[in-house]
């Protein structure tokens, strides 16, 4: 996980700066854990108004059986919850 985590914060400050540039205030993390758990934490504690989350629209079965970490956030944010969907070409 320690080779993950330098192009992690790469990614992370880039999309940082362009949202910082189009005039919001951000905060950013990259850890280690439980996805769901570290990000709503977060978010709380940062007293976060907007958490923005990619998905990649599994249906069906599929979603049933992986469970939807979009659909987490969704849940349990104590604040408002985007949910952009990844394009798919199938």
Known sequence: ME?????AH???DRAAGELRAAGFKTHTAVEVGDVRESI???????????LVVGSHGHRGIQSLLLGSVAESFARG???SVE????ATNY
């Open 83 to 86: 949910i952009v969907r990844v």
């Open 77 to 79: 944010a104590k604040c």
């Open 3 to 7: 080779d993950q985590k330098e192009p």
């Open 10 to 12: 790469a990614l992370v």
């Open 40 to 50: 709503l934490d977060a978010a709380a504690k940062w007293d976060a108004d907007l």
